[in-house]
């Protein structure tokens, strides 16, 4: 409880309106989803262990079934990492799914008035006009928010 309460402090210092809970027993992801849904979350914002080895490429087991089962976005940091949105890289493939991701990274630079690298990596060279097709419809849509793009 210690720790909640430093963070409620922290943000409270930072101007930041901070609630608490706690959670006992139970499969922490699904009362961190279960939180989500009942607070009706924007974005669930959750750790990763710092690991060496093949095992740094993992994300864990509770961040991955947080991702698997969240009602909304999630963002997860890596240990000792810093969040800032100066520049925001996005990725994309023209999928339903990186065009999610598109506009996620639209609305973080909007609200933290960034900047959006955008990149499409296809596996051949036939793939390459779609590949800057891809590119071109982040431009047009960061654009269209008033935000920069850099090249």
Same mark, same amino acid.
């Given at each position: 409880?210690? @720790?909640?309460?430093?963070?409620?402090?922290?943000?409270?210092? %930072? &101007?930041? @309106?901070?609630?608490?809970?706690? @959670?006992? =027993? &139970?499969?922490?992801?699904?009362?961190?989803?279960?939180?989500?849904? %009942?607070?009706?979350?924007?974005?669930?914002?959750?750790?990763?262990? =710092?690991?060496? =080895?093949?095992?740094?490429?993992?994300? &864990?087991?509770?961040?991955?079934?947080?991702? =698997?089962?969240? $009602?909304?976005?999630?963002?997860?940091?890596?240990?000792?990492?810093?969040?800032? *949105?100066?520049?925001?890289?996005?990725?994309?493939?023209?999928?339903?799914?990186?065009?999610?991701?598109?506009?996620?990274?639209?609305?973080?630079?909007? *609200?933290?008035?960034?900047?959006?690298?955008?990149?499409?990596?296809?596996?051949?060279? @036939?793939?390459? %006009?779609?590949?800057?097709?891809?590119?071109?419809?982040?431009?047009?849509?960061?654009? %269209?928010? &008033?935000?920069?793009?850099? $090249?």
């Amino acid at each position: 409880m210690r @720790h909640l309460d430093s963070i409620r402090k922290k943000a409270l210092r %930072e &101007g930041v @309106h901070c609630e608490t809970t706690f @959670h006992r =027993g &139970g499969q922490a992801y699904r009362s961190i989803v279960n939180e989500a849904l %009942e607070r009706k979350a924007d974005m669930i914002v959750i750790g990763r262990r =710092g690991r060496k =080895g093949l095992a740094k490429l993992l994300i &864990g087991e509770v961040a991955a079934k947080v991702i =698997g089962h969240a $009602p909304c976005k999630v963002l997860v940091v890596p240990k000792a990492s810093q969040i800032r *949105c100066k520049n925001i890289l996005v990725a994309t493939n023209g999928s339903e799914q990186s065009g999610a991701a598109v506009s996620a990274a639209i609305e973080i630079a909007k *609200c933290c008035s960034s900047s959006i690298v955008a990149v499409s990596v296809m596996s051949s060279d @036939h793939e390459l %006009e779609k590949a800057r097709s891809n590119v071109d419809k982040v431009v047009e849509l960061t654009r %269209e928010e &008033g935000l920069g793009l850099k $090249p």
